[in-house]
Nanobody, 127 residues
Framework: QVQLVESGGGLVQAGGSLRLSCAAS????????MGWFRQAPGKEREFVAA????????YYADSVKGRFTISRHNAKNTVYLQMNSLKPEDTAVYYC????????????????????WGQGTQVTVSS
């Protein structure tokens, strides 16, 4: 099993920045592709960003491309989401997720491809 715990959410004004962290424990975090998703009130959960096990490849939703950056520090068992130029429409609960298929060379995009999920952290962007 892999346990994921997100942190770093909060309230920020439009144009501001936040950095989310996702700390992993349990099985070998460094082998797994990781992703960030978000769910706004009344909407379905949507893909935000993904990164391969090595950190060599990343992929972003069009809505966040150029503003958000996903990264990971395998020695710290942590994946990050740096969010800049935040907009009110970025308001959501943000979740990190792990794909247990070890050493995949491509990023994992599909929500149902992920095996482990954190509890989420709230991000609220005021206008």
């Amino acid at each position: 099993q892999v346990q994921l715990v997100e942190s770093g959410g909060g309230l920020v004004q439009a144009g501001g920045s936040l950095r989310l962290s996702c700390a992993a424990s349990g099985r070998t975090f460094s082998n797994f592709a990781m992703g960030w998703f978000r769910q706004a009130p009344g909407k379905e959960r949507e893909f935000v960003a993904a990164i391969t096990w090595s950190g060599g490849s990343t992929y972003y939703a069009d809505s966040v491309k150029g503003r958000f950056t996903i990264s990971r520090h395998n020695a710290k068992n942590t994946v990050y989401l740096q969010m800049n130029s935040l907009k009110p429409e970025d308001t959501a609960v943000y979740y990190c997720a792990a794909d247990r298929r070890a050493f995949r060379k491509v990023t994992t995009i599909g929500e149902f491809e992920y095996d482990y999920w954190g509890q989420g952290t709230q991000v609220t962007v005021s206008s």
